[in-house]
């Protein structure tokens, strides 16, 4: 299977319902239903339920339940479970076992899906359930730097405080015991039944990766149907969609249904919010420039210069550029709020003397490189004095180099969002000759080439002259 590339922004034409769909997701009022389509993709691969069936049906040939199970069909994973179930608990115990040892549901590769579904999270844009058992999900919540619950059972559901929280409707693959296989555990989908209810009748649902309705998951989704007041407001989005969506959404005339993976249409949503911060960029670049702040400095086609450049880029690079720079790690606002675009244009001034190279990704760490240094953010979520704050951010980007995550060698300009107090002077980086012991001559220089910038500041810069003692260039 191909693995997905997502697509740049310059030049990008969104389908209508991902952009209206993103509209909604702008607002809070999308919650997502991933299927077992979305794990399915590449370079993840782990198996549909008929898949799963055939496996499992096959291994326990081996067993003294191939008597039990030799009359069922070898795609109905349903079927396997519930007849082990009527033989005894044991048996059901080693149907889930068994599935859970033939799979990589656990260190399965996360797809560009799963990514963006962690990062709309990290952004608390989109709730989110599912009917899979793997974790990609919550290892990709890490790379979006959010913090992420994922809830398996009743007693998960409580103090998620400042956490997204994941519901995972069938259980999970860190928790044998939770996945759930025979008819008589799926229907105990109601273990989240207050909070599917709560999200769902005030929200669109839109079901990823499950164009195809497998019996183990066909009372679920039909409670979530049961659910949602406005069956207008539900979409699903797959490749193919059987006749039993039709039923299930009598009257619909098949108008509920994107034919798209899962990937694209998720690709779709978040290039056309980043989009949207875009024309808001513009906006205010202009307004700035009627209102007669600044002089000696084209603000407006500096802004566009800026933005062309970022456009050749895929939009998750941007999100998890901004996302990096966020302390503490919370689920938060980040590039759906109005400092995104004051970053932005900030990064419009600075590209004016020192123009924009290049935008690279390593092991999820994005950099901004333009002629003369890095350009990194420092924003603070919660109340930090500038030292504090400026104190994790060096330690952060220290890590960042050892690990060899972002260039070596190159100073940074980190911009400071609302400092509380002032922020420290540029530094440059030790020699080895001045490192006071052998331990720090092993290790290598810890201090980094560092100009901290205050983002106010560099915004209501009124001149070039200004800006390029403001840069140090």
Not at 96 to 116: G, V, W
Not at 128 to 153: F, P
């Amino acid at each position: 299977m191909t693995i997905y590339e997502p697509g740049n922004l310059l030049n990008r034409t969104i389908p209508t319902p991902a952009a209206n769909l993103a509209l909604q997701i702008s607002s809070g009022k999308v919650i997502m239903v991933s299927g077992a389509g979305v794990s399915k993709a590449a370079p993840t691969n782990l198996p549909l339920g008929a898949e799963i069936a055939h496996i499992l049906k096959d291994k326990l040939s081996h067993t003294d339940l191939q008597a039990v199970v030799k009359d069922i069909a070898d795609d109905n994973l349903l079927s396997i479970a519930d007849a082990a179930e009527m033989k005894s608990q044991a048996a059901l115990r080693l149907i889930q076992k068994m599935i859970l040892d033939s799979f990589e549901f656990k260190t399965a590769r996360p797809n560009y899906a799963h990514r963006c579904i962690a990062l709309l999270m990290a952004e608390r844009a989109s709730s989110v359930m599912t009917t899979n058992w793997d974790t990609c999900i919550e290892r990709e919540a890490n790379v979006g730097y959010c913090d992420l619950i994922a809830c398996r059972r009743q007693e998960e559901l409580g103090g998620s405080g400042n956490s997204a929280v994941l519901l995972k409707l069938h259980g999970c693959a860190t928790l044998e015991e939770s996945i759930r296989v025979s008819s008589e555990q799926v229907r105990e989908i109601w273990w989240a039944g207050h909070q599917i209810s709560a999200a769902i009748e005030r929200d669109w649902v839109v079901f990823l990766g499950i164009g195809s309705i497998a019996p183990y998951i066909k009372d679920t989704i039909k409670t979530i149907i049961s659910l949602s007041k406005e069956h207008t407001q539900i979409l699903v989005v797959d490749l193919s969609l059987s006749e039993e969506w039709d039923e299930l959404m009598a009257g619909q005339n098949g108008s509920f249904f994107i034919c798209d993976s899962a990937e694209k249409f998720l690709d779709d949503i978040i290039s056309s919010l980043t989009l949207n911060q875009f024309a808001q960029v513009t906006i205010l670049a202009k307004k700035l420039e009627t209102e007669g702040h600044i002089a000696s400095i084209d603000l407006a086609r500096a802004a566009n210069q800026t933005l062309s450049f970022l456009g050749k880029y895929p939009a998750h690079f941007l999100w998890l550029w901004v996302r990096r720079g966020i302390f503490p790690k919370i689920c938060c606002r980040a590039v759906l709020e109005s400092n995104f675009v004051r970053y932005l244009l900030a990064m419009a001034y600075i590209n004016t003397i020192s123009s924009l190279q290049s935008m690279q990704i390593i092991s999820n760490a994005v950099s901004i490189i333009c002629k003369d240094f890095i350009i990194e953010l420092a924003w603070a979520k919660e109340v930090y004095t500038s030292d504090v704050l400026c104190k994790i951010k060096e330690e952060s980007l220290l890590a960042d180099r050892q690990n060899n995550v972002i260039p070596a060698g190159i100073p940074c300009v980190i911009i400071v969002n609302d400092p509380l107090g002032p922020l420290p002077a540029a530094t440059m980086p030790e020699s080895v000759v001045d490192t006071p012991d052998i331990q720090g001559i092993i290790d290598g220089p810890r201090t980094l080439a560092v100009r901290w910038l205050s983002l106010d500041q560099l915004l209501t810069i009124k001149n070039i002259d200004e800006l390029h003692t403001l840069l140090g260039v």
